[in-house]
């Protein structure tokens, strides 16, 4: 946990836009908020898809904070699934190794990029005990149903699906009808070909153990492994409540990943709502195409990190964009960003400066605007252009717009 600063002033309240309405909503619903942000399957390094992710809700909670509330974060990460065993199969080596290595990796990472670690940071192995219970109470209630596994390890066992026809929401995180959920569930880790299911779009919530695989005890349902969307309905259950403020992560999450676990979450709860709000990061590209660990188009944090970067540019290049919008990585917005890194240094290394009550007001009000994080960096430049042309005679004005820096965007100078 780094240190924060405090800074004077008020802050505004927060809101942001909720994917599920389209609404400017509050961020908080109370003096206490809850945040989960779903993590990484560590199978590769942390590319800056990732990183924007990250600092999108790290901002979040930064920005709550300076607002007055206590923030309770809870992240997982699926360090069981389909991918990480394929890639641990492809590189010889044991699929527990390579989850270990990249998490150490990736927290690595988000501690350079001045990233305020979750309260609660838990992986779906440690947690399998917690999922069996709640599964076997969506199979009893009668939200979810077996599917034989004749591919199985042993005969006579089963899959369990849980039946999204069964609950009248299902569609309100993403709104996409039946074909464009479809158009994408197999390329996110849906199976809407497997014989046996009652319907295309129900998702996986035990798999049989298969050998060769990975399994756990699954009480009635015999051994196996989750599904994933299932580990993040139960970990925000068990260690936050629903609904939660705000669900978090990228928008190729909102089907079916948040679509589904919220389905889940519900039919375990009884509550009509997952969360008071989804907020998802746009995607960031390289070469035309979205940034991801399949395709191999990646920009590593690690890498800049071993090259030499400054961590802090790499935050002001995320920084530079909304989070809700994609954008194309080039290299130039990283020498743009160290450049006003530059700038930003020299301006408050002065003795004295502008007054910057008013800038600080001024990031603040543009963080709690659905975190408008590129017009909280124009008023710096503007406080930062004043110092350098005409200076200032406030002494403390350097001082307290680093600490705003460092407290509400993260960027340490």
Known sequence: MP??????????????????????????????????????????????????TYVTFDLLGRVLRDSGHTVRYVQNITDIDDPLLERAERDGVDWRDLATREIALFREDMTALAVIPPDEYLGAVESIPT????????????????????????????????????????????????????????????????????????????????????????????????????????????????????QGGGTDLIFPHHEMSAAHARALSGSTSFAGAFVHQGMVGLDGEKMSKSKG?????????????????????????????????????????QQRLDTWRKALSGNGGPVADQTVDDIRAALADDLDSPRALDAVDRWASQALSRGGDDPGAPGVLGRALDALLGVRL
């Open 297 to 337: 188009n990646l920009v590593l944090v690690s890498t800049l990190r071993r090259e030499g970067v400054d961590p802090m540019a790499i935050r002001l290049v995320l920084l530079a964009r909304h989070h809700s919008h994609d954008w194309i990585y080039q290299d130039d917005q990283l020498v743009e960003a």
């Open 131 to 246: 999922f069996v219970g709640p599964i076997e109470k969506l199979v009893a209630d009668g939200w979810a149903y077996a599917v034989a596994a004749p591919d199985a390890s042993r005969d006579g066992a089963l899959d369990y699906y849980f039946d999204v026809a069964k609950d009248p929401r299902f569609g309100s995180v993403s709104h996409l009808d039946e074909a464009g959920m479809l158009e994408v569930f197999e390329e996110r880790g849906g199976d809407p070909d497997r014989a046996g299911k009652r319907n295309r779009l129900d998702a996986l919530l035990w798999r049989a153990h298969r050998e060769g695989e990975p399994e756990w005890d699954g009480g009635s349902l015999g051994s196996g492994r989750p599904g994933w969307h299932i580990e993040c309905a139960c970990i925000a259950l068990d260690h936050l409540g629903v609904p939660v403020d705000v």
């Open 3 to 52: 240190f924060i600063p405090q800074v004077p002033g008020s802050a505004p309240e927060v809101r942001v836009r909720d994917t599920a309405s389209g609404e400017l909503v509050p961020a908080a619903s109370g003096d206490d908020v809850t945040l989960y942000v779903c993590g990484i399957t560590p199978y590769d390094a942390t590319h800056l898809g990732h990183a924007a």
